[in-house]
């Protein structure tokens, strides 16, 4: 069992480790508008990917210099209501009231686009979406910066 140092300690790491991948991730996307780059892509699967978009965008007031893309997860949806909640979310994270482009994430063959326009559900292809950055996640959302 961990004492009570060692979490706070841990906790410091991870606060760390976010606030250094931010900071890279804003360099990044800063230069690449610098150099002409107006297209940006997430999803809402990506993890902390919306929130770290719409932080960096808005901190810097360059929303209106990109167009914004991000994917609904509809293979996670189970009614229209869901989707609508899903956007919401998604508007929250990227910081904004709108994107310009609003894709289906993981349709991967004619039969799941005849699936979803029958309104049923899809199961898409198992990924492995890796857990490197969870505490950083988790750090993330819930100190805003």
């Given at each position: 069992?961990?004492?009570?140092?060692?979490?706070?300690?841990?906790?410091?790491?991870?606060?760390?480790?976010?606030?250094?991948?931010?900071?890279?991730?804003?360099?990044?996307?800063?230069?690449?508008?610098?150099?002409?780059?107006?297209?940006?892509?997430?999803?809402?699967?990506?993890?902390?990917?919306?929130?770290?978009?719409?932080?960096i965008l808005k901190n810097n007031n360059?929303?209106?210099?990109?167009?914004?893309a991000t994917k609904l997860p509809q293979?996670?949806?189970?009614?229209?209501?869901?989707?609508?909640?899903?956007?919401?979310?998604?508007?929250?994270?990227?910081?904004?009231?709108?994107?310009?482009?609003?894709?289906?994430?993981?349709?991967?063959?004619?039969?799941?686009?005849?699936?979803?326009?029958?309104?049923?559900?899809?199961?898409?292809?198992?990924?492995?979406?890796?857990?490197?950055?969870?505490?950083?996640?988790?750090?993330?959302?819930?100190?805003?910066?």
């Amino acid at each position: 069992m961990k004492t009570i140092t060692e979490m706070k300690a841990r906790r410091e790491d991870c606060r760390l480790r976010a606030v250094a991948i931010i900071e890279k991730a804003e360099k990044e996307v800063l230069r690449a508008i610098e150099m002409g780059v107006n297209y940006l892509d997430t999803a809402y699967i990506y993890p902390g990917s919306e929130e770290c978009l719409g932080k960096i965008l808005k901190n810097n007031n360059v929303r209106e210099k990109v167009s914004i893309a991000t994917k609904l997860p509809q293979y996670l949806m189970r009614n229209p209501e869901a989707i609508e909640k899903t956007f919401q979310e998604e508007l929250k994270r990227v910081q904004t009231d709108y994107v310009d482009y609003y894709l289906m994430h993981l349709i991967t063959d004619v039969a799941a686009w005849e699936k979803l326009q029958n309104g049923e559900d899809i199961i898409p292809p198992k990924y492995d979406f890796g857990t490197e950055f969870e505490d950083e996640l988790e750090y993330i959302r819930e100190n805003p910066i």
